[in-house]
């Protein structure tokens, strides 16, 4: 693509996206910053589901644990948000590496209702133990983002937080795609024997991706933390983890800006919605039937397989 | 723990263990006419009960047809679903994943709608026989629970004479183990798949007005009954659907003696950690025979 | 001064191993070893278990009684993974290609067990990672020229017609650096010419120092082997060169049951 055409595809999009806040209203600023925060837990979800075949229903789990660490550590310890973050990935991962390895070796339907049923331990858990978590009265009083004394505590801040972020790890997960494991991930996924047979540790692999999911998920929950200061069981319940597997699916998991659109959809559908009560959630699980049914690669492949019949080759 | 206590939780284990049974029986059966794990099953269960809720306290219906209506239309969300939906997706070559995400979409779906229509509010039904309790030594139990007991047992049993007596319920089992063959021999296999699925609404159907009186029902009871009747045929072996029953009382008995050892509050997290340690280490049931690799 | 023919203890060496599915006993006692840098042959008509042997050489399946040696190893348990680390590499009937995948990108996993590079090396596009980005790209341009496959490198191996995926499967081996390279029935779907093509490839492969072991019901493709074992019913019957084998009364049995 010549330099000012590729300028043009990657600069007008960049620059809608740094205008935009200052355009939209608060509230539509305060969605966007949610679409960025389920994009970056909606990620792990995609490429579990896109590289691995692998439902995941447990990264509501992770996305509390972020959350209650940076609650622990930066609000009762009065710890910089850092270590916070540090603290549940840290811990996220090491109990995903700890369960994903036995559960992992399970496959198809098996794993998937596994990973359902890990979703509820961790929510009846998150419930059970309020000595940790503060139960339904929940953990508040979460310092903000603050460097150097420049506070992210606005909506408008925090987009310029999350997004930048946002990108940079789906930077980091094409870069993956297009590695030597990514080639392996593909691999392993369309001949398991053949892969055997190269000498690829398929499970080993399974592990390593669910483990980086799962950090993805915390990183998530600590930013949410950070962005709403108060953090209580009802944010990390199985529906939650229900709605990172929506918008994967919806965003299509085979593209790697996918979770973008599917993060966008599922955050300002109920905003269109909310006039007829609570019917977002119905219109939701119809999208999903919809998508798996008529979309299987989502919005995502579906623009993305648009854009490539339309070029002539 | 005073040994009436014990019997106590026995009982009601017992009573939980097989509507366990009855959604695990549901599923298994589904799993072995079409392959499918049908993750809304215990969504039939809420559709039955709500149902009943609905024809009893709006439309005054007495209590028998009301629940005969309730597991009829169990059977109706069966058959509209597979035919809406699972059948396109068959059309378009559905994955195993698809399928899952597919059932899974309409659990959310039932419980939206649910939610929706009817609200957060738990609705009670009432039970077979009111309010009675029949004493046992030095513990109760509510006359519906044995008849929920009694109802079970006969549903397994006549299922079971359904699939080896009855040329409908050999045929579908011929279209399970052969479709190519069976198609050969004149049994028209799609039909089958949806009876199948029909077969798995009435059963969940009869689940969910069987546990309504107990447990109250709400909107998002499904999932939760769909992985314990999961781990019920599981237990069971998914291969035998009669199996499930044995599974689900088993998983019943530990779950109530779980409560009285622990705490009622981790009721739930015991009950999924039990499903999780069967899956790994009995993917085949407690009968177990020849090594699968899960799912 | 040995007196016996071999010297050295064989690349491969299969002893006693015996297997049973159900009542029906398909391997029986099977003695035999590859000598590292030969191109071995195991013949046998259809049923006689070459295909369960083969899976329990290769990891497949584990054998109920013998033992598989592998460079002095005992691998019997080993799985599949560590038998191909360990050089051990084989292929399929039917080719199993990865069929989304472009040949050439086929080719470039082959190296994969060479290669070290971490996840997150491979998310920050470290220098490593790069280079071995580059290495496998190079890697599967030569294994490509060398097997005949330029003109398709790009194209999904699903698409590229039969004949063409048992090169791709046969290469993408190849590239593996395979200490052992064991091939299952590599000429079943190939005409007389491509078959007379496939002999040059594995003789050439052979010279290079690759140790191969050819399993076939195709007596044209077995004749480039220097030594041929025959089984039978589940037990070897015969082996030598090729010529002898074919004088032998008990294998004249077994294929014309004369």
């Known amino acids: ?313 | 723990m005073s040994l009436s206590l014990l019997f106590q939780s026995v009982l009601s284990g017992l009573t939980n263990g097989f509507v366990y049974g009855l959604v695990g029986l549901g599923l298994a059966s589904i799993f072995r006419g079409t392959r499918i794990i049908n993750a809304m099953q215990g969504d039939f269960a809420l559709i039955g009960g709500i149902t009943a809720v609905l024809l009893l306290e709006r439309f005054g219906w007495p209590m028998a047809p009301a629940f005969a209506a309730a597991v009829a239309v169990g059977g109706i969300a069966g058959w509209l679903m597979e035919v809406l939906l699972i059948r396109p997706l068959r059309r378009r070559g559905g994955s195993e994943d698809s399928y899952l995400l597919l059932t899974l979409g309409v659990a959310f779906a039932v419980s939206a709608l649910v939610l929706y229509t009817v609200g957060r509010d738990s609705h009670s039904l009432p039970g077979l026989g009111g309010e009675g309790i029949v004493v046992i030594g030095d513990a109760a139990i509510r006359t519906h629970a044995l008849w929920l007991i009694a109802i079970s047992l006969a549903a397994m049993g006549a299922l079971r004479l359904f699939f080896a007596k009855t040329a409908l319920g050999l045929s579908m089992m011929a279209a399970a183990l052969d479709a190519d063959g069976a198609l050969t021999t004149g049994i028209n296999v799609p039909l089958m798949r949806t009876l199948t699925f029909v077969l798995g609404g009435l059963v969940g159907g009869l689940a969910g007005v069987l546990v309504g009186p107990l447990v109250t029902v709400y909107f998002d009871m499904g999932l939760l009954l769909t992985l314990k009747g999961f781990a019920a045929a599981i237990l069971g072996g998914l291969a035998n659907p009669m199996g499930a029953i044995v599974g689900g009382v088993t998983l019943g008995l530990l779950e109530s003696l779980a409560i009285v050892t622990v705490s009622s509050g981790y009721k739930d997290v015991i009950a999924m950690a039990i499903l999780i340690v069967i899956m790994i280490a009995m993917p085949n049931g407690l009968l177990g025979r020849r090594l699968r690799k899960g799912g | ?258």
Not at chain 1, 177 to 190: E, P, Q, T, V
């Open chain 3, 1 to 258: 001064m040995t007196m016996g023919t071999e010297t050295v203890s064989p690349l491969l060496q299969i002893a006693q191993v015996s297997h049973s599915f159900g009542g029906l006993h398909v391997l029986r006692g099977v003695d035999f070893g590859v000598p590292a840098g030969s191109l071995t042959g195991l013949i046998g008509p259809n049923g006689a278990g070459k295909s369960t042997l083969f899976n329990i050489i290769s990891g497949f399946l584990a054998p109920q009684r013998g033992t598989v040696r592998f460079d002095g190893r005992d691998i019997t348990r080993d799985t599949v993974q560590t038998r191909s680390r360990a050089g051990l590499v084989r292929t399929f009937q039917t080719p199993k290609v990865f069929g989304k995948l472009s040949v050439r990108e086929n080719l470039m996993i082959g190296c994969y067990r060479h290669l070290a590079s971490g996840v997150v090396g491979n998310m920050l596009r470290s220098s490593r990672s790069r280079g071995e980005m580059e290495l496998m790209h190079a890697r599967a341009t030569e294994a490509g020229e060398r097997f005949g496959l330029s003109e398709v490198m790009e194209r999904p191996a699903g698409q590229v017609p039969a004949g063409m995926q048992r090169l791709v499967e046969l290469a993408r081996g190849y590239v593996t650096r395979p200490r052992l390279l064991m091939l299952d029935e590599p000429s079943s779907g190939l005409n007389t010419t491509e078959i007379g093509q496939l002999r040059e490839l594995l003789q050439r492969l052979n010279r290079e120092g690759i140790t191969i072991l050819l399993v076939s019901h195709d007596m044209q493709l077995v004749d480039v082997a220097s030594r041929v074992h025959v089984l039978c019913f589940g037990s070897i019957i015969a082996s030598g060169a090729m010529v002898q084998i074919k004088q032998d009364e008990r294998v004249r049995q077994a294929y014309l049951g004369v």
């Open chain 1, 1 to 313: 693509m010549p330099p000012l055409r590729r300028a043009l595809v990657w600069g007008i999009p960049l620059l809608v996206w740094a205008a935009l806040p200052f355009v939209a209203t608060r509230h539509i600023v305060d969605l966007l910053v949610f679409a960025g925060l389920y994009t970056i837990a909606g990620l792990g979800v995609a490429f579990l589901l896109g590289q691995c075949g692998i439902v995941s229903l447990a990264q509501s789990v992770f996305y509390g644990i972020g959350a209650y660490c940076t609650a622990w550590f930066c609000a009762h310890k009065g710890l910089p948000s850092p270590v916070g973050a540090a603290a549940g990935i840290a811990l996220s991962t090491a109990i995903a590496a700890l369960v994903g390895w036995p559960i992992l070796r399970l496959s198809g339907h098996f794993l998937a209702l596994a990973t359902l049923a890990l979703g509820i331990i961790g929510q009846v858990l998150f419930l059970e133990w309020d000595w940790l978590t503060g139960g339904t009265l929940g953990i508040g009083g979460i310092p903000r983002i603050a460097p150097f004394g420049f506070a992210f505590d606005t909506p408008l801040r925090f987009y310029f937080l999350v997004w930048p972020i946002a990108l940079l790890l789906l930077v980091l997960h094409h870069n993956l795609l297009h590695s030597r494991n990514g080639l392996a991930l593909r691999a392993m996924r369309d001949s398991p024997e053949a892969a055997a047979v190269l000498g690829l540790d398929i499970h080993r692999l399974k592990v390593q991706m669910f483990v980086l999911s799962a950090a993805l998920g915390s990183a998530a929950g600590s930013l949410f933390a950070h962005y709403v200061t108060f953090v209580s069981v009802d944010s990390f319940a199985v529906d939650r983890a229900i709605s990172f597997l929506l918008l994967a699916v919806l965003g299509g998991v085979y593209t790697v800006w996918g979770p973008v659109l599917g993060a966008l959809f599922i955050t300002v559908l109920p905003q269109w919605l909310s006039r007829l009560g609570d019917i977002h959630a119905f219109v939701f699980a119809a999208a999903l039937i919809a998508a798996v049914i008529l979309l299987p690669e989502g919005f995502g492949g579906a623009i993305r397989n648009w854009w490539r019949a339309r070029a002539p080759k």
